[in-house]
Nanobody, 123 residues
């Protein structure tokens, strides 16, 4: 079992930065692939970024490539999403997710989810 808790969301102006954290409890986090998804009002949850358990491979949605960076520190049981050059269209609830499988971009692939943290980008 893995329990996930996101933090670091908030209100920021367009062009600004935020760093989200995903703190995990449970003994399998260090061997679990991790991802970030987001869900804007009236929209489906969408893939943002993913990282393998060892951190050597990552994958990004085209909409965030070059602006967001996913990383993790297994010693601290924590994953991160550094978000730079934020745009109003990045406004959403951001969720971290984990799976004991490989990384993927689909919601249904992930077994464990946090409760989400709100990110609001003003224009």
């Amino acid at each position: 079992q893995v329990q996930l808790a996101e933090s670091g969301g908030g209100l920021v102006q367009a062009g600004g930065s935020l760093r989200l954290s995903c703190t995990a409890s449970g003994r399998t986090f260090s061997s679990a692939a991790m991802a970030w998804f987001r869900q804007a009002p009236a929209k489906e949850r969408e893939f943002v970024a993913a990282i393998t358990w060892h951190g050597r491979s990552t994958n990004y949605a085209d909409s965030v490539k070059g602006r967001f960076t996913i990383s993790r520190n297994n010693a601290k049981n924590t994953g991160y999403l550094q978000m730079n050059s934020l745009k109003p269209e990045d406004t959403a609830i951001y969720y971290c997710a984990a799976t004991t499988g490989d990384i993927a971009t689909t919601v249904g692939w992930y077994d464990y989810w946090g409760q989400g943290t709100q990110v609001t980008v003003s224009s």
